[in-house]
């Protein structure tokens, strides 16, 4: 079955960035988690120009930046400065330490991106950083971006998750990634897809506990992200913002949406 997800209503607004969580283990009917295995969150985030997040450190986080609007530049201890863009990505593979920052010039674009953040097998591990191009994009084709270690990605994530991307025609009819023993999550960054007979519109999410093939139809000119996951991969829950302290436990989300499920009936009876 197919779950699905409506926008997040976890949206923070710090003037001139705004950052909307998505948590893909809430997306089932008894969640006990606010990720699905590796796959701790999806962050969209939202900068004005001329603004700067400043130096932070981050611990036991995998943090993918995905830039498909705008411009993104990054700075930390080790690097110095890397810019992210369209054709480039970076992976911050923070292990037990790492500290960046993150800008945008005054002349930049409005930036909007996302930031996935996926846990890695294990704690304290070795920190990392890796940037560069990617790819050029084929219209209705599904791109690899980021997988395992040693896998045939162009970057990695230590643990077993894969990131897809594809840019979809209007009416156009693809299938999404799909691999024996993975799970599926995607995100419609833009634009809006059918699938499995349910619309999915920008900033709404689906999961597929299965391994099966899954088709999918573009009603409007779309922007997606996908995700394959090994829902069994050992993982540690020790990310700084993956797995922050203050994320609200699964109960209270099962209790939520009870509420709400309660209020709607009310409502239409």
């Not at 283990?25 to 900068?47: N, Q, R, Y």
């Not at 499995?196 to 519109?201: E, I, K, L, N, W």
């Amino acid at each position: 079955m197919l779950l699905k997800g409506g926008r997040t209503f976890i949206v923070r607004n710090m003037v001139g960035f705004i950052v909307r969580i998505n948590m893909p283990g809430w997306l089932k009917p008894k969640p006990t988690d606010h990720g699905h295995g590796p796959l701790a969150m999806v962050v969209e985030s939202i900068l004005d120009p001329g603004r700067l997040i400043a130096m932070h450190e981050h611990q036991n986080d995998e943090i993918i930046s995905w830039v498909p609007d705008g411009v993104m530049r990054h700075e930390d201890k080790t690097t110095g400065q890397l810019v992210m863009d369209s054709n480039h990505l970076m992976v911050m593979n923070a292990g037990r330490s790492f500290w960046h920052s993150e800008a945008t010039s005054s002349s930049d674009p409005p930036l909007r991106m996302l930031q996935i953040f996926v846990r890695p097998r294990a704690a304290d591990l070795d920190p990392t950083i890796q940037h560069g191009p990617i790819p050029p994009r084929r219209r209705n084709s599904w791109r690899h971006l980021v997988g395992p270690e040693g896998g045939d990605a162009p970057f990695h994530v230590r643990n077993t998750v894969d990131l897809f991307d594809v840019r979809l025609e209007p009416g156009a009819h693809v299938r999404f990634p799909h691999m024996r023993g993975r799970n599926l999550y995607f995100y419609v960054f833009s634009g809006s897809l059918v699938a499995a007979g349910q619309t999915f519109a920008e900033g709404e999410q689906g999961l597929l506990l299965s391994d099966g093939a899954l088709l999918l139809e573009s009603v409007a000119e779309s922007l997606v992200v996908a995700f394959l996951i090994d829902p069994n991969a050992s993982i540690t829950r020790k990310g700084t913002v993956g797995d922050h302290r203050r994320i609200p436990p699964a109960i209270l989300i099962r209790a939520l949406r009870t509420w709400r499920q309660l209020r709607n009936w009310r409502r239409s009876s």
